[in-house]
């Protein structure tokens, strides 16, 4: 099974696709303070550019060093366990 990373680093999103320890692709943008609306989006290219679904995905993991108070990162986090909680 493959797991998603969310990383954010300031004004960069980055969504990194592993399986197991090896890196499958890469998905980066800047964050415009959108993330609600651009990370489900993403998230779903990324999938279907590796012809995956969310059927293939392990869990979501968020990686981030800022702060819980920015929106961006709470955003992040809640797709991260809503995603996690479903059981497809």
């Known amino acids: 099974m493959s797991r998603i ?10 969504l ?23 990370l489900l989006v993403e ?7 590796n ?4 059927k293939d995905i392990a869990d979501v993991r ?3 060093k800022i702060d819980d ?3 961006t990162v709470r955003i992040a986090k809640i797709v991260a366990k809503t995603f996690n909680e479903v059981q497809y």
Not at 43 to 49: A, G, N, P, S, T
Not at 51 to 54: D, E, H, S, V
Request: net charge positive.
């Open 5 to 14: 990373i969310i990383k954010i680093k300031k004004k960069e999103i980055m």
């Open 16 to 38: 990194v696709l592993k399986n197991k320890n090896k890196i499958i692709d890469k998905a980066s943008w800047q964050d415009d303070r959108n993330l609600s609306q651009s």
């Open 43 to 49: 998230i779903d290219k990324l999938l279907q550019k």
């Open 51 to 54: 012809y995956l679904t969310a």
């Open 62 to 64: 968020v990686d981030t």
């Open 69 to 71: 108070k920015f929106t």
